[in-house]
């Protein structure tokens, strides 16, 4: 096996005009070109500065520039500096040398010297000479531009060692030895198994004891994501949030906990034996999760929480030692962090912001304040709470999955780090996948220093420019009285300069991608459908953009007709378009860091088919072939329109998001705790029963419905009335089921029987 040459990509660009020509300077450059890739070095070569500018703007892999000064009096050094200023916006650290062959360094303008790193001349300078101090500034620019693991990675899988120890497969050669095997080697290709090395390889340190060029990581990203410390979690943020509560909450504990909390939270709590009360998130007519409004997590109402909840008893300590607060909420609501910690600061000492889908925050003013880690480190007041986030690196930022961190602002009650590497510890892997860490020390290193800016606000823009246009065209279509798709977003936004509202699709994009207060909830408009909310609480992240389909008015009511955006989800799934999320009449897109220029364009031209296909009534045979294929005899003969208006009915009926809303804004009765139910289904003193069953029983599982994926009832809890809100909302959902095959609920919790019937594990009755 052969390392491959240039294993990185690297190049070095040359932008020169007449590479060609028989003269002394060309015949210089040449023998340079020659010389660098004697060295192993590749060049590009670039001949005009239009060609220059398209790689940069396109090539992050170009390690150093050299760059031919355009001394042609005419010009000016024009496309030089334009060519510089570009690269420097994307690039501040890149070398770069000026080739030069007449002019005097004195006369290059002081715009073009800063913002290059040396001149090569051409006519005085040997090629060997020039060639040695570029592959030095190579060098430094490596080693600058790596962050600590997968530098040290790189530079070891470098090394050709024969292993004795794990993992067993020694660099991938165990899987040479058989055709299943060769198979997965040539896919993945040989770095990948160079780089799978186990805790033996002293040189990389350990996860462990976060020692070495891994502990180094740990330490570059807490200064990345401004905390004290950081920890890399090879087992997503599902683990990160089981290492936060089982290091800070123990046996009849009571914890705060944001009811709209990923499963991971229940998981924590089971584990750690919390008695867990809950804070109630607001929800609007979509079926859309707020934010907790302020006054619930003001004090006294938190107060009243404690007070109402039936665990809380003799023996157990009301005040709580842990609050759980998920951030930015699953369809982009951020919360003012500085307000939460205000508020919930009364009540508890530590506060641990679940920030799975929001790790890019800290690094565009746009969320300023709005994540766990905002502002700087030094300022950080120690009589504030203690604050941790979870972010899942994979999620929104470029990291392998699984990939996760842990950030901590020590304050108040906080856990040093001894203590809290043994909870760590007794959730990893002593064989943690290298690969993983590495990957999130890169995109840490993705988004240091200026970068993070840059590529956020390349999202922002993208999402913006889709809203503002799907925005357009809903106007349009109103206008003449037909239909089309819209955006959960504010309908009216205040300019800047004029201070007159403006309708969305007409603000500036450049006032939308800069100023936060465009995408408050205010008190007063109808949009978001939270009510009354307080000024500047809580922001809609531009990024998150919830596509609506027609039926539901902002009050609530069914419309006249409408489109469940199950069927929109399911038509533009065959065209290969996979969506995030879809509710009963809206779907959720991500503009994330790997959305490319115009991407959108793919997704609006399927919107504009869908409405074609919906208006023409277009078979479902064709339009929808897989659900067609399995389920022939029911959608026999239906269009398109057909099925969205049996549909309608159906939902109009049985009154889902209605059923929906009732479901979550009630809190279940809790009869024991996570952990208590735990016991009883590890004993098998459960058993499944059907939703007619219920009435008054205790669940054993966490009952999640996806969406909106937060739970209508967690391990423990109470399933209350045979006609209640929650086997209410249960028993439309099943009824939905049993009438669409092909569109049914994922319910976590809930297995269907043969005849689809809704089954649930609760506790014994003794
Ligand atoms: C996805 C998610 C998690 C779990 O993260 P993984 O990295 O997938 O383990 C935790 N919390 C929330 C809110 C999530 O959405």
Known sequence: MEMQKNPLGFKVLMVYDGLGENNASARRIRALKHDLEAKEIQVELSECFNDARAVIASDPTVECVLLNLDDDPDHKYRHTLELLENLRERNPDVPVFLMACRTLASEVPADILNKVND??????????????????????????????????????????????????????TAFLKAPAGRAFFNFFKEPVFRSDLSISVGELGSLLDHSGPIGESEKYIAEVFGSDRSYTVTNGSSTSNRVILMASVTRNQVALVDRNCHKSVEQGLTMCGAVPAYLIPARNQYGIIGPIPPQRLAKEAVDGVLKDNKLIKEGIDPRPVHAVVTNSTYDGLCYNVNRVKELLGQ????????????????FNPMYCERYAMCGDIKNYNRDDPTIFATQSTHKLLAAFSQASMIHIREGRKPIDHKRFNESFMMHASTSPFYPIIASNDISAKMMDGTRGKALTEDSIYEAIDFRQTVARLHAEFADQDDWFLNIWQPDYVTDAKSGQKV?????????????????????????????????????????????????????????????????????????GIVVEKTQDFSILFLFSLGVTKGKWGTLLNALFAFKEDYDNNTPLKRVLPAIYKDNEERYQNMGLRDLADEMFAKMAELGTTKALNAGFSVLPQPDMTP????????????????????????????????????????????????????LGYLKSLEAFDRHFPGFTHDIHGVEPDADGNYEIMCIKQN
């Open 347 to 362: 009540s508890v000492d530590r506060l641990h912001f679940d920030e799975a889908w929001y790790g890019y925050a800290r």
């Open 503 to 575: 309708p969305f699709y007409e603000a500036s994009a450049e006032q939308l991608a800069h100023d936060p207060s465009a995408w408050y909830l205010r008190s007063g408009d109808e949009w978001h459908g939270f009510g009354e909310m307080e000024d500047g609480y809580c922001m809609l992240d531009p990024i998150k953009v919830t596509v609506t389909t027609p039926g539901m008015l902002d009050n609530g009511n069914y419309d006249q007709w409408g489109i469940p955006a199950a069927i929109l989800t399911a038509y533009l799934d065959n065209r």
């Open 675 to 726: 952990v208590e139910s735990f016991e009883n289904l590890v004993r098998n003193n459960v058993e499944s029963l059907k939703l007619n069953e219920m009435a008054g029983r205790t669940v054993a599982t966490g009952v999640v419905p996806y969406p909106p994926g937060i739970p209508l009832l967690m391990p423990g809890e109470n399933a209350g009335d045979a006609n209640g809100p929650l």
């Open 119 to 172: 001149f090569i001349w051409i006519l005085e300078d040997t090629a060997d000479f020039i060639a040695g101090r570029i592959t030095a500034a190579i060098k430094r620019y490596r080693k600058y531009i790596l962050p600590p693991m997968f530098k040290a990675l790189a530079k070891f899988a470098k090394v050709h060692e024969y292993s004795w120890h794990t993992p067993g497969h020694t660099g991938g």
